[in-house]
């Protein structure tokens, strides 16, 4: 079974940085790929980013996050990585990791994630 295991969350100041790991503790699929959702209280659950672990196919990302957010992967570690950039109040959220079996654009919807992760609050203070 693949278990996902988040850290790197943290209180940070507005405009600050934080990077958040997942690390996957096997895969056992082709093409899967590893996607970032984060959950604020009160909210549903929202698409961050995802990255698939072979190459030839560049990340997704919510527009709500392009060009603060970057996804990366350690193949030989088997971790991905969101770095968050330039972090505002309104990102505050559990951010939770999850692995698919399928790569596409259909990524964007947490019901094509087969395993999640237990999360890591990020918390950015004004």
């Known amino acids: 079974q693949v278990q996902l295991v988040e850290s790197g969350g943290g209180l940070v100041q507005a405009g600050g940085s934080l990077r958040l790991s997942c690390a996957v503790s096997?895969?056992?699929?082709?093409?899967?790929?590893v996607g970032w959702f984060r959950q604020a209280p009160g909210m549903e659950r929202e698409f961050v980013a995802a990255?698939?672990?072979?190459?030839?196919?560049?990340?997704y990302y919510a527009d709500s996050i392009k060009g603060r957010f970057t996804i990366s992967r350690d193949n030989v570690k088997h971790t991905v990585y969101l770095r968050l950039n330039n972090l505002k109040p309104e990102d505050t959220a559990v951010y939770s990791c999850?692995?698919?079996?399928?790569?596409?654009?259909?990524?964007?919807?947490?019901?094509?994630?087969?395993?999640w992760g237990q999360g890591t609050q990020v918390t950015v203070s004004s």
């Open positions: 999850a692995a698919a079996g399928q790569w596409g654009p259909f990524l964007s919807s947490d019901n094509e994630y087969t395993y």
């Open positions: 096997e895969r056992t699929f082709d093409s899967s790929a």
């Open positions: 990255i698939k672990w072979r190459d030839g196919d560049s990340p």
